[in-house]
């Protein structure tokens, strides 16, 4: 009895270790780390966050009461330029995600080759249960606490889950009041009013695509009638759909958090795009079958984008995938020992770090538009995307090629060297 209770709890262990993202994270940096054998001292720089704060944001509500919520930022690294790295409202915040995202950014700004280092905030509350006025108060608190923290010199936000453009204006503004004059630098993703970028909303998506069209031509995939999944129908799965849609590849099944909908011959993208602007979902689109959950990561098909939240993909159901390129298009979908799975399985997992990159790119041009004053058609930024997503993905191949690891490997070798590198050049102050 003894013994299968003790079986029970080890894998009850060895499971929550699994969807751990900091250990994820931390995992990923070793074996990288390891393959470069690099001095160890400059890897304990860079292997904790820089900085962590934690706050308590009271704010009230709009029935009189006050409630207290905890919001988080943690600059993981600014060695290679200021902190640069979205804001999440989730209920499942917590600091150890956070920390886990941020060091995602580091490796994703120095896999790009862009002249950030690499943060993320975070608040635990649950934005559906919340007024628009509600959340301006929380956001407005938020960042008159974070006043000594972010900075376009020092640590810039950006849009993550349940926050958009209306959130980073308010950041904005309120840092704008503390400052007595206009920053339009300090936050990306800002409305194009507010000194926003033409084809940022699109970037992440338009990034996902430029990465799955390399991948298809290393492995030979002719992307016209190619079957595409995608899980998370938001703004990064939408617009990847659309635009490989465009390029003639068949998406034939899509999910977001309400449900999901397939059809083996291909949905019609145009009237599901109209479906989901009228009621906010995909479900219910009358163009296929239903599908719920998790479920649709198995639907067969040649291209799988998980664009959801993290640990979608798990050793649990990593065998059961039929798709020969993953592009992931959220941050951490997959777990280490699903990797090892897919891996063997010789599926060309294009990693987060470098994936979903395009809109950390963009943002990084939005930065630089504020900054000069001086903003650019929307054809120059998606030409500018391209440039540096193709050169990105070819720099990692590279790398994987030479060593012969994983493109996951190979981007984390290539961004880790990349910090050490300017390290090395900065020297360190002490």
Same mark, same amino acid.
Request: with cysteine; net charge negative.
């Given at each position: /009895?003894?013994?299968?209770?003790h ?10 270790k699994e ?5 994820n ?5 070793? &074996? ?9 001292s400059?890897?304990?720089?860079? $292997?904790?966050?820089?900085r962590?704060?934690i706050?308590?944001?009271p704010?009230?509500?709009?029935d009189?009461?006050?409630r207290?919520f905890t919001?988080y ?7 290679r ?9 989730h209920p499942?915040? !917590? =600091?150890?995600?956070?920390?886990a ?9 120095a896999?790009?080759?862009?002249p950030f %280092?690499?943060? $993320? ?5 649950d934005?559906?249960k919340?007024?628009l006025?509600?959340l ?5 608190r938020?960042?008159?606490? /974070? ?5 376009p010199e ?10 958009? &453009?209306?959130? /980073?204006?308010?950041?904005?503004d309120?840092?704008s009041?503390?400052?007595r004059?206009?920053v ?13 970028s033409a ?9 996902v695509?430029?990465?799955?069209r ?9 992307l016209?009638?190619? $079957?595409?999944v995608?899980?998370?129908f ?7 759909a659309?635009?490989?849609?465009k ?5 034939v ?5 309400h449900?999901?909908?397939q059809n083996?011959? %291909?949905?019609?993208m145009?009237?599901?795009?109209k ?5 906010k979902?995909v479900a ?9 959950g998790k479920a649709?990561l198995?639907?067969p ?8 939240l993290?640990n979608?993909? !798990?050793?649990?159901?990593a065998?059961k995938? $039929? ?10 979908? !997959?777990?280490t020992?699903a ?22 790119t ?5 930065w ?5 004053? =001086?903003?650019?058609?929307? &054809?120059?930024?998606n030409d500018?995307l391209?440039?540096?997503?193709v050169?990105?993905?070819h720099?990692?191949?590279s790398?994987?090629?030479e060593?012969?690891v ?6 984390? /070798? ?8 300017a390290i090395?050049?900065?020297?360190v102050?002490?």
């Open positions: /009895m003894e013994s299968v209770t079986t029970g709890m080890d894998m009850g262990t060895e499971l929550q969807l751990d993202p900091l250990e994270a931390r995992l990923q940096f070793e &074996e990288a780390a390891a393959r470069l054998k690099l001095d160890p400059f890897l304990q720089i860079i $292997k904790e966050p820089r962590a704060t706050v308590k944001l704010v009230h509500m709009d009189g009461t006050f207290v919001g930022r943690v600059q993981h690294s600014i060695i330029g200021p902190a640069k790295g979205g804001i999440r409202y499942d915040v !917590t =600091l150890e995600e956070v920390m995202l941020a060091a995602w950014m580091t490796w994703k700004c896999v790009v080759g862009i %280092g690499g943060g $993320k905030g975070g608040i635990q509350c934005p559906s919340m007024s006025g509600e301006e108060r929380l956001t407005r938020y960042t008159a606490d /974070m006043i000594d923290v972010i900075g020092s640590d810039v936000p950006a849009p993550d889950v349940n926050t958009g &453009e209306q959130t /980073m204006a308010w950041i904005m309120t840092y009041m503390h400052a004059h206009t339009t630098s300090v936050v990306t993703g800002k409305p194009l009013a507010l000194g926003g084809g940022r909303r699109e970037a992440t998506g338009r990034g695509l430029f990465c799955i390399e991948a298809a031509k290393r492995i030979g995939l002719n016209k009638g190619a $079957k595409v995608v899980q998370g938001g703004n990064v799965g939408s617009v990847a659309d635009l490989l849609a390029d003639g590849a068949r998406i099944a899509v999910s977001d958090v449900g999901g909908v083996p011959a %291909g949905l019609d145009p009237a599901l795009l479906h989901l602007a009228m009621t979902s219910g689109f009358s163009g296929g079958k239903p599908i719920q649709i198995e639907v098909c040649d291209i799988l984008i998980p664009a959801a993290e979608q993909i !798990t050793h649990a159901n065998g995938i $039929k798709a020969r390129i993953i592009a992931e298009g959220a941050n951490g979908p !997959t777990t020992r990797d090892k799975i897919l891996n063997k399985a010789g599926v060309l997992v294009v990693p987060d770090i470098l994936a979903n990159s395009g809109g950390v963009v943002s990084y041009f939005e630089v538009q504020d900054r000069q004053g =001086l903003f650019w058609r929307e &054809e120059e930024v500018r391209e440039h540096i997503m050169q990105a993905f720099d990692v191949a790398m994987a090629d060593h012969k994983s493109f996951r490997v190979a981007a984390f /070798m290539l961004a880790i060297k990349r910090v050490v590198d090395q050049l900065r020297g102050y002490a």
